[in-house]
């Protein structure tokens, strides 16, 4: 499975109610080989978008004053979402498991 093809795909619970939009996904470096190994560890789900962050997913970020007014807009209710709540991937549709915890998609620095 590539990344590529989860990114943009319908969020759904677990009774089949679309929660949005899969925008991004947080990965973890583990390993200590060179280069260390990548491994998926959430989803970013937004209600209201299919667009990423543009690289401002930082809490303290600095960025332009209008785009982070835009980006606050189009994200807003956004949620990450471990990937054990994955319960299974279809064609342009993630389901998460009955009871999934909604977290803060925002980094910290």
Same mark, same amino acid.
């Given at each position: 499975?590539? $990344?590529?093809?989860?990114?943009?795909?319908?969020?759904?619970?677990?009774?089949?109610? @679309? =929660?949005?939009?899969?925008?991004?996904?947080?990965?973890?470096?583990e390993g200590r080989t060179s280069p260390a190994q990548a491994r998926?560890?959430?989803?970013?789900?937004?209600?209201?978008?299919?667009?990423?962050? $543009?690289?401002?997913e930082r809490k303290a970020a600095s960025r332009p004053v209008i785009l982070? @007014? =835009?980006?606050?807009?189009?994200?807003?209710?956004?949620?990450?979402?471990?990937?054990e709540d994955v319960a299974h991937i279809e064609l342009h549709r993630v389901v998460l498991r009955p009871g999934f915890e909604r977290r803060d998609a925002a980094l910290e620095e």
């Open positions: 499975m590539l $990344l590529s093809d989860i990114l943009g795909s319908a969020a759904f619970d677990g009774d089949g109610n @679309r =929660l949005g939009a899969v925008v991004d996904a947080r990965f973890r470096l998926m560890v959430a989803l970013i789900i937004s209600p209201r978008s299919t667009s990423s962050y $543009l690289g401002y982070d @007014r =835009l980006l606050r807009w189009m994200h807003r209710g956004s949620y990450l979402v471990n990937w």
